[in-house]
Antibody, heavy 124, light 106 residues
């Protein structure tokens, strides 16, 4: 059973870059059995899908965030990371790292495993 | 862009009541529809995919139906532990969540 744990700064200044890392246990980040992603939830609001990275390092990004987002993998540490540039107050949210079983193309985007979430506040 | 709209945004029902939540897509998404349950202060939990297929371990009082543009999540007999916000998600290409439906006990 996969376990995911987010880490990173809880406070980021406007216009700077938000950087978060997700440490994976119970499975290999290199496994083709999973894809890895990030989802966020602004305070009191709903869920927003940020993006996904696959074992072949292909990525999908939400079109609304695509110009500012990067997701990448560090296989040596069994981690994957999120970078979001030029942040504003609208990027304040709980950020979840997440994973799904990479079983079929038509199931892409389903989330089977979630981290506990980490609060990131954008403020000067 | 495909938009997912849930209704109602919140509801209050008694223990044992039948509860129905609706999710509508503005384009045909076939059956690429999932449901998640999020309890306060917790990460979401995956309940249903392919509109009606229950994940392993999900109580049978939960069921899903629909295809195309209109979908429903039904709780046949509401229990206190079902207090949560429920989200639909269109998956496959461009995963998108609905706005959520908060379910409380009356």
């Amino acid at each position: 059973q996969l376990q995911l744990q987010e880490s990173g700064p809880g406070l980021v200044k406007p216009s700077e870059t938000l950087s978060l890392t997700c440490t994976v246990s119970g499975g290999s980040i290199s496994s083709s059995s999973y894809y890895w992603g990030w989802i966020r939830q602004p305070p009191g609001k709903g869920l927003e899908y940020i993006g996904t990275i696959y074992s072949n390092e292909n990525t999908y990004y939400n079109p609304s965030l695509k110009s500012r987002v990067a997701i990448f993998v560090d296989t040596s540490k069994n981690q994957f990371s999120l970078k979001l540039t030029s942040v504003t107050a609208a990027d304040t949210a709980v950020y979840y790292c997440a994973s799904g079983y990479n079983t079929a193309w038509y199931l892409d985007g389903l989330i089977d495993f979630w981290g506990q979430g980490t609060q990131v506040t954008v403020s000067s | 862009d495909i938009q997912m709209t849930q209704s109602p945004s919140s509801l209050s029902a008694s223990v044992g009541d039948r509860v129905t939540i609706t999710c509508r897509a503005n384009q045909d998404i076939r059956n690429y529809l999932a449901w998640y349950q999020q309890k306060p202060g917790r990460a979401p939990k995956f309940l249903i995919y392919a509109a009606s297929t229950l994940q392993s371990g999900v109580p049978s009082r939960f069921s899903g139906s629909g295809s195309g543009t209109e979908f429903t999540l039904t709780i046949s007999s509401l229990q206190p532990e079902d207090v949560a916000t429920y989200y639909c998600q269109k998956y496959n290409r461009d995963p998108t969540f609905g706005g959520g439906t908060k379910v409380d006990i009356k």
